[in-house]
């Protein structure tokens, strides 16, 4: 059972790059989030996705965009990277938007911008 | 908007020592709580968490929490750590539109 699956573990990019954050879950999860971790910061919400077809900002959205592709996968855009973009990346999902579900977690994405 | 506060950043005990970290909240309505616990170079995993009912609730490796309603605060405790409990800890608290929002974590190191 894989659970949460993020792809890629280590990307580096070039100022200016862009790139796609891949997130798939196969346990039929209704949300799914994107959060990223910076030291001293925790963990701040970038986007979430309450269930299929939905989709909110959270509290860091800018120089970002989203893609809930199907109800398995929620892909995370950087249009044009920035080197305050580096950062661990994860993705998340849980059963339901509210009750008695938790968020699991993937493993992360390490991301540096030059 | 919904935020979430954790008073202690860094905290140092020895072994066997009582942990106490603290967590608030700021949000009116009907919320879920949790407790996660990242060991260093893995992912989030959690710990416990609170829905309704009993407000002290228990989790894993010994690790309890209790909701205060009246005080927005879900305080995190063990009565005797361990150095394997070091690790960094996070209090995270979920709206009723799913939005989930994490505090800033609190890192803790327990010496053998």
């Known amino acids: 059972n894989a659970g949460v699956t993020q792809t890629p573990k280590f990307q580096v990019l070039k100022t200016g790059q862009s790139m796609t954050l891949q997130c798939a879950q196969d346990m039929n999860h209704n949300s799914m989030y994107w959060y990223r971790q910076d030291p001293g910061m925790g963990l701040r919400l970038i986007y979430y996705?309450?269930?299929?077809?939905?989709?909110d900002k959270g509290e860091v959205p800018n120089g970002y965009n989203v893609s809930r592709l199907n109800k398995r996968e929620f892909s995370l855009r950087l249009e044009s990277a920035a080197p305050s973009q580096t950062s661990v990346y994860f993705c998340?999902?849980?059963?339901?938007?509210?009750?008695?579900?938790?968020?699991?977690f993937g493993q992360g994405t390490r991301l540096t911008v030059v | 908007a919904q935020s979430v506060s954790q008073h202690n950043h860094h905290v140092i005990l020895s072994e066997a020592a009582s942990l106490e970290l603290g967590c608030n909240y700021s949000y009116g309505g009907t919320v879920n709580l949790f407790w996660y616990v990242q060991y260093p170079g893995q992912h989030l995993q959690l710990l416990l968490k609170y829905f309704s009912g009993d407000p002290l609730v228990k989790g894993i490796k010994g690790f309890e929490a209790e909701f205060i309603k009246s005080k927005f605060s879900f305080n995190l405790r063990k009565p005797s750590v361990q150095w394997s409990d070091t690790a960094e800890y996070f209090c995270a608290v979920r709206n009723n539109t799913g939005k989930l929002i994490f505090g800033q974590g609190t890192t803790l190191q327990v010496k053998p």
């Open positions: 998340a999902s849980s059963e339901a938007r509210t009750g008695n579900t938790e968020a699991f």
């Open positions: 996705s309450a269930s299929e077809g939905t989709t």
